[in-house]
């Protein structure tokens, strides 16, 4: 134990934890940083705090487990994490990373507990699942109330609509947004809001990593609740487009335009939310059902380890570590990260590339002085949201994929992957994801 001699101490961050199967979570709540380790590693983490040295540590580890851990190799994962205080370089590290972290989102820890529980009452999401069965039952009633991509090529007030609509998207991103913070508020655990990209979409998130550290059912709501939300807000809309079209309670002509656009958005958004292969909703709901919590990330680096072995590149993410359950299901899900990928880009050149093609179009038109259906100002309406947006969202990816080949190069030379060998399991210490929810795309 050259790293750390058998009569030091180690003083360990407070933290708190939560078991999960043969794996437990631990979290320094004040620097938002949790991490999954070997349910064996709490004992020596436990031992160090209550102030024993390290042989006196790895003396009751070996009474117990009737083995011998490799605490240097634990103990330096736990320091590269900021667990140990000894390390100022790390801890500094993570408190500049929560800092920068912070210029860009909204901490939103005002909403007390107590109120979020009685805004996620029984009562309550029982109303919001009755209102989505009646959404559902108007719209099989009606099929032609189902937008279709062409909702939002106006035909008239082209720029006003467009300009409504996006408001209106707005809206309903932040009440998505707000439902899971008022989720993760009920569970007691901090939560942010803030931008970021799904693939080339850019989105609002939500941060609530520390949603990791509530019960299962918590963390389905916590998941769930923004799509719930943004169902029952599209159930709503198209029963009145519903009751406008077959009752005594007409639309003007703009109302109706209004909210077939604004439906178009709202099932875009739900669908997108349920694509399992990036860091949506549906996938945090699966990543708890499997008790995978860095599935995601796990998958990456199988496929890239693919990708290596095929170029013959030595440098490859070692895991080993990884449970065999875990790894089978990691190569099941690596089939629904390509196929997936494939899928959001083949639905982008089929409803979106037309979509986007219909506004060029008729700029085109515009500016060659032929018949157009866009006035000037729909003009710069389309240019200025499709930067915005669509422009906004395609550079964060390509900053992102650079970012995380830079990252990647490093990890290979620094051989970042913590392994914590010896220690009865075969699990490392993964840090555990931010849960982030997408919103607008």
Known sequence: MAGYPPDSLVMVRPFTHRRDGETVTIADTERQVFLAIPAEGLDILQSLTDGNTVAETVRRYEERYDETPDIDDFLDAMRAEGFIVDAPRSGDAAEEHHHQHARYTWDMDRLRPEVARKLLSAPVLIVLGLVCVVGFVVQFADPKTIPTPTALLFPVHFAALTWATLFCALIGVALHELAHVVAARAAGVPARIGIGNQLYVLV???????????????RYLAFMIGSLVDLASYSILITVLWAGRHTSFHLPRD????????????????????????????????????????????????????????RRVPQRVDQSDIPAREMRIVRVFAWVWVIGRFFAIGTFAVAGLPLLWGYLYQVILLVTGQHSAFGSFD??????????????????????MYRRGRERRRARRAVAHLVVADLGMARAAVSVAGAREPGLS
Not at 379 to 400: E, Q
Request: hydrophobic residues 50%; proline residues 0%.
């Open 204 to 218: 609002a998130q939500t941060d609530m990593t520390g949603i990791w550290m509530a019960s299962k059912r918590h």
């Open 255 to 310: 109302a109706d335009l209004l909210i077939s656009a604004i439906l178009l958005t709202y099932g875009t958004r739900v669908v997108w939310q349920w694509f399992v292969f990036l860091r949506t909703d549906g996938y945090y709901v699966v990543a708890t059902a499997l008790n995978c919590k860095s599935l995601l990330t796990d998958t990456e680096d199988y496929l890239y380890n693919k990708m290596a072995a095929l």
């Open 379 to 400: 003009a710069v309406t389309v240019v200025l949201v499709g930067f915005a947006i669509d422009g906004g969202g395609l550079v964060m990816w390509l900053r992102s």
